[in-house]
């Protein structure tokens, strides 16, 4: 199936992950990018338990052991996509709240969206493009939003 083939999202997941991606760039330092940085870091954040990280990324305890010794150090694609998201997740819960705190007094925030437009022929002008649309979001509909989130 081609990207252009697989069903689409639904929509209340777009927006959820159009949220996670404003609250990234609130980041005051870059999350760990390495997998062995990415393990350590997580591992402080569940107490050491490897078992537990390990349950989490749905990998073997093992597994995460040897990232974080650092005899492991490319992950396979669902592994490092694992790592990322919830590395992102736990990375400065602080500056996430206090921007959730902001977002509906102040000015609100800001959503990026990824949508196709055009049409479906293939090999003309009107074939379908990928657009980027950035959209504000009111404080309103901000705080709404991050309610029910």
């Not at 870059?30 to 990280?53: D, E, M």
């Not at 919830?86 to 500056?95: A, D, H, K, L, R």
């Not at 800001?110 to 990928?130: H, K, L, N, P, Q």
Request: aromatic fraction near 6%; charged fraction near 25%.
């Amino acid at each position: 199936m081609s990207e252009h083939e697989q069903q689409p999202a639904p929509r209340s997941a777009k927006v959820l992950e159009a949220l996670a991606r404003a609250e990234r760039k609130v980041f005051t330092r870059p999350a760990p990018k390495s997998a062995n940085a990415q393990v350590k870091f997580l591992l402080t954040r569940a107490k050491g338990f490897a078992k537990a990280l390990a349950e989490r990324l749905g990998v073997q305890r093992r597994t995460v052991e040897r990232y974080h010794a650092g005899k492991l150090t490319t992950p396979q694609k669902h592994l490092r996509a694992a790592l990322v998201e919830e590395t992102e997740s736990e990375w400065q819960p602080q500056v996430r709240a206090h921007a959730r705190e902001q977002a509906p007094t102040s000015s609100g925030t800001m959503v990026e969206v990824t949508a196709y437009c055009g049409f479906t022929c293939s090999g003309s002008s009107d074939d379908s493009r990928i657009r980027i649309i950035t959209t504000p979001i009111s404080p309103t509909y901000a705080k709404q939003i991050l309610e029910l989130q």
